[in-house]
């Protein structure tokens, strides 16, 4: 059986998935290989039947992809991949679709690291892996910034000089195969509505405005630091305080990204945690952890009344992402200040995470859906082949 590997690389973990190459969303084997460890990782892995194992592998950067594919081809029985989808969270202006990787590709990527250092990086390197590993295998790249490319100007630019938002400063938006999966669920489903709010919430979190299925704002900004406060990012900052770090407390740059990236958000205004689980479980006890959580919502609600304004009303809501998944209470503190909307939700089927999760009487719809975004990449990477067919791969 051919089949597609979907790669999604994290800066200590590498998650992936197998698709057939022909059709379906039901994934053969997917699997999450840990990286943190110094000389040795633990690659699990679950298969169509709900089967796992757990293989020791090597964990290093070189050799983590052919581990993978390794463990692959073990477990579903011969060599099946033939194409590998890549999960990208930069495209910069001009990658604003998916794309076969080749050499003019590769160096465009490259010449996008300054948009996002701390990503793009390690999923470069997981690329030259691949080809590395195989040089055969058609490979793919998927962009979280895609979605957005139909952000009309008023939502696109920034208050800047217009030579810089000429030179790309400008609002990109990102979780962008979240939303669109999502998207796609709610239309095969005939339940798109004309004005959707979409709210990905997770350790990064975001907002999207959809109107008729076409994404006209985002709460991320020209990097996923920008928007809602998250586990460990500030969300939007007065760029005055910046500046005031960088000229009266002498901040350097690291320093400047560890506050606002790596210790601000949740994890800063609690200075205990960014895990909301974590969070919830002290908030009784705790005033700094119910302030964080506080916080966490009314920025959140605070989009949802801005983008239903952008969309001249709102005739739904989702869910979607770990904590807005999971997280009832979440849920329903976020929505709780919303009647002006004619929002409201039934806490009995808010508590059991029901896929409609509004009361009977309420104006908006609100639901809680389960996002694939590894699903997505798998069906672009075949619309690609299909289109443009490499060596006979999925050739009409």
């Keep these: ?7 999604n690389v ?7 998935g197998v698709f057939q190459l022909s059709s379906g969303d039901d994934a053969l084997l997917r699997g999450v290989l840990d990286r ?7 690659l699990r892995t679950i298969d169509a039947s709900g089967r796992s194992q757990s293989v020791r592998v090597a964990a290093r950067s070189d050799g983590a992809i052919g581990e993978v594919l390794r463990v692959v081809a073990d477990q579903l029985g011969v060599d099946t991949v033939e194409a590998v989808g890549h999960r990208l969270v930069h495209g910069g202006s001009t990658m604003r679709a998916p794309v076969t990787i080749d050499s003019a590709v590769r160096a465009e990527l490259e010449r996008l690291v300054p948009l996002a250092p701390e990503h793009l990086p390690e999923e470069l390197h997981a690329i030259d892996e691949v080809s590395r590993y195989d040089p055969a295998l058609v490979q793919v790249a998927c962009f979280d910034t895609a979605f957005h490319a139909s952000l009309p100007n008023v939502a696109r630019l920034f208050g800047i000089p217009r030579g810089l938002s000429d030179s790309g400063v400008v609002r990109y938006g990102f979780h962008g195969l979240s939303y669109e999966y999502i998207t796609a669920t709610l239309r095969e489903r005939g339940q798109l509505p004309a004005r959707l709010i979409i709210a990905h919430l997770g350790n990064g979190a975001s907002l999207c405005a959809v109107r008729d299925g076409m994404s006209i704002d985002t709460s991320m900004g020209m990097t996923p630091a920008g928007g809602v ?5 500030t969300g939007d900052l007065d760029p005055g305080v910046l500046l005031y770090l960088m000229r009266s407390r002498g901040f350097t740059r690291q320093e400047l990204e560890d506050a606002t990236d790596r210790r601000g ?8 945690s960014g895990d909301v689980r974590e969070l919830l479980a002290a908030s009784a006890d705790n005033p700094r952890a119910r302030e964080a959580i506080e916080i966490f919502c009314y920025k959140i609600r605070k989009f949802i009344g801005a983008y239903a304004a952008a969309l001249g009303g709102l005739d739904a809501l989702v869910f979607t992402g770990g904590i807005g998944e999971h997280a009832a209470q979440i849920r329903s503190a976020i929505c709780s200040d919303l009647g002006f909307l004619g929002m409201e939700i039934d806490a009995g089927l808010n508590n059991v995470g029901a896929p409609l999760i509004s009361a009977a009487s309420s104006r908006v719809l609100v639901r809680v859906e389960h996002t694939l975004e590894d699903v997505m990449i798998a069906r672009h990477v075949r619309a690609l082949l299909r289109k443009a067919p490499v060596d006979g791969v999925l050739s009409a």
């Design 1 to 7: 059986m051919r089949s597609i590997l979907v790669l």
């Design 10 to 16: 994290g800066s200590s973990t590498l998650k992936f």
């Design 36 to 42: 943190s460890g110094h000389n040795a990782g633990e």
């Design 229 to 233: 406060v998250m586990s460990t990012r």
């Design 265 to 272: 958000g949740l994890l800063g205004i609690s200075a205990l």
